[in-house]
Nanobody, 125 residues
């Protein structure tokens, strides 16, 4: 089993920045990819981006490319989501997810076995 715990959410003004953290515990050696998703009220869960746990390569949704950055610290077993130039439409609950699977399709939430509890981000005008 892998346990995930997000932190760092909160209220921020439009144009501001926020960094989310996701602490990974348990069978961390089994993780292949970590991802961030978000879900705004009344909307489906949306893919934000993922990072390869071992190699550190990243991939982002077009909607956040150039605005958000995912990184990881394997020594601390933590994944980060740096969010800059935040807009009101970035308001959502942000979730980190983990999978031990290989083979792609990492934009699909059904590929992930493990999820954190989510952290709320509210961007005010």
């Amino acid at each position: 089993q892998v346990q995930l715990a997000e932190s760092g959410g909160g209220l921020v003004q439009a144009g501001g920045s926020l960094r989310l953290s996701c602490a990974v515990s348990g069978r961390t050696w089994s993780v292949s990819v970590m991802a961030w998703f978000r879900q705004a009220p009344g909307k489906e869960r949306e893919f934000v981006g993922f990072i390869s746990w071992s190699g550190g390569s990243t991939y982002y949704a077009d909607s956040v490319k150039g605005q958000f950055t995912i990184s990881r610290d394997t020594a601390k077993n933590t994944v980060y989501l740096q969010m800059n130039s935040l807009k009101q439409e970035d308001t959502a609950v942000y979730y980190c997810a983990a999978t031990g699977r290989y083979g792609g399709g990492y934009y699909d939430p059904t590929r992930y076995e493990y999820w954190g509890q989510g952290t709320q981000v509210i961007v005010s005008s």
